[in-house]
């Protein structure tokens, strides 16, 4: 069954083999003055020279870990909500919460064409989307197949490593021979993986 093209970010389903269990997740902040919306699933990197986080839009940097929603002070006011995205606007700085664990997997949606079995243990990027503001929130990022690479030149730089592919039963996402497949992803260029500081 051809897949149906569906974005939700990159979605936390387990953990490297032999890794402990980490569930536990990151406190960061967010400036009050970023006017860019952060969603559900969002690869996150710190703002260099600052305290803050914010979306990560360079496909070939490094990310601190993968935005799971926020508390923070309306624009408009008043007691401190949780909310599942950042809406770009907040009354104060905001306390913001990611999975940074470097054990940690996501599955992520290919952006077009399948991405195949052939390319588990290659390095990807993303490419960036829109989330939404309804539901959960979540995220419109996905894996970009035309960034994959062996390479090591090109490979460390990758925020993303391919692990494996979603082959649960004949449902979307499942078919890796046609667009838009679902695929199991590791950090690879990440925060806790990186000799270079920010």
């Not at 979605?11 to 990151?26: C, E, I, N, T, W």
Request: aromatic residues 12%; charged residues 5%; negative net charge.
């Amino acid at each position: 069954m051809s897949n149906t093209q569906t974005t939700f970010g990159f979605k936390h389903v387990g953990f490297r083999p032999g890794a402990s269990p980490d569930y536990q997740l990151s406190t960061r902040l967010i400036a009050s003055s970023n006017t860019t919306s952060i969603f559900f699933g969002d690869p996150v990197a710190k703002v260099a020279n600052t305290q803050y986080i914010a979306a990560q839009t360079n496909t070939t940097a490094m990310v601190d870990g993968i935005f799971q929603g926020c508390f923070l002070i309306p624009s408009t006011g008043g007691a401190p909500v949780y909310s599942p995205f950042y809406p770009g606007a907040a009354g104060a700085d905001v306390t913001a919460y990611i999975l940074e664990s470097g054990e940690a997997l996501f599955m992520a949606a290919a952006f077009s064409t399948n991405i195949s079995s052939t390319a588990i243990g290659a390095a990807i990027s993303f490419h960036t989307g829109t989330g939404s503001t309804v539901g959960g929130g979540f995220s419109g990022y996905t894996l970009d197949q035309s960034t994959i690479a062996t390479t090591a030149a090109i490979a460390t730089t990758l925020p993303f490593q391919i692990v494996g592919l979603y082959g649960m039963g004949n449902g979307n996402g499942s078919d890796s021979t046609s667009a838009f497949n679902w695929v199991v992803v590791a950090f690879n260029n990440q925060r806790f993986n990186s000799l270079t500081g920010v």
